[in-house]
């Protein structure tokens, strides 16, 4: 067994059925165990938001009815607990995103081809953020370091950007058969359908941008 990946047996997957939560989790874990930023789920992250406006308007109102019966309550009271479920996912996948924006604000500004991951509004919040960190750093740390170190571009020795560690190891469920790919040694491996691996993130991160896999 090569020591970059293991791999475990799982049962066969079939996602032709999968729900908007259901698509909202996955992306939700892929973006908790990816250790870089990924695309923003825009589309279907509004989609799940307008149907939570929806329901609770009706939950509401079906609330103050006074001819609901009882079994109608006990109904309404697993509705609220379903929209309080999906309001969690929503709030943790937002906040996810939010703790990595704020970690690799400058990272991500300093990379063109990473800004199209975020939304107007996140792209936004990382250069008030970055703009907010370097100010700190130039008043607290930068104005009392020599003068060819008082810098936070990535020219600096040791450099002040950190991008986010893409040897991280991590487990990756192949959603169907995968194109193959290289692990770090030049070993081939290719995954099939439900197969789980263990390998750096940086071996399978095309597969996940391709949505042939997904991070457990």
Request: proline share 6%; aromatic share 6%; glycine share 2%.
């Amino acid at each position: 067994m090569n020591k970059d990946c293991h791999d475990f047996a799982f049962t066969d997957l079939d996602d032709t059925q999968e729900l908007p939560l259901q698509r909202l989790i996955r992306h939700w874990m892929n973006e908790r165990h990816a250790p870089d930023i990924l695309p923003i789920q825009a589309e279907l992250l509004a989609g799940i938001l307008d149907h939570i406006h929806k329901q609770s308007s009706t939950v509401n109102l079906l609330r103050t009815d006074p001819e609901a019966s009882g079994d109608e309550h006990f109904r309404i009271m697993l509705a609220q607990t379903e929209i309080e479920r999906v309001k969690f996912v929503v709030r943790s996948y937002v906040r996810t995103r939010l703790s990595k924006i704020e970690d690799y604000a400058r990272w991500i500004l300093s990379d063109s081809s990473l800004h199209g991951r975020l939304s107007e509004t996140e792209l936004k919040h990382a250069q008030s953020y970055a703009d907010l960190l370097t100010t700190h750093f130039e008043e607290s740390v930068l104005k009392a370091l020599p003068g060819n170190q008082r810098s936070l571009d990535d020219k600096v020795i040791p450099p002040m950007v950190t991008p986010p560690d893409i040897t991280k190891p991590v487990f990756v469920l192949a959603r169907r058969d995968c194109p193959p790919v290289y692990l770090p040694d030049g070993t081939k491996m290719e995954m099939k359908k439900g197969q789980i691996s263990l390998t750096q993130y940086r071996v399978i991160d095309s597969l996940l941008f391709q949505d042939h896999v997904e991070l457990v």
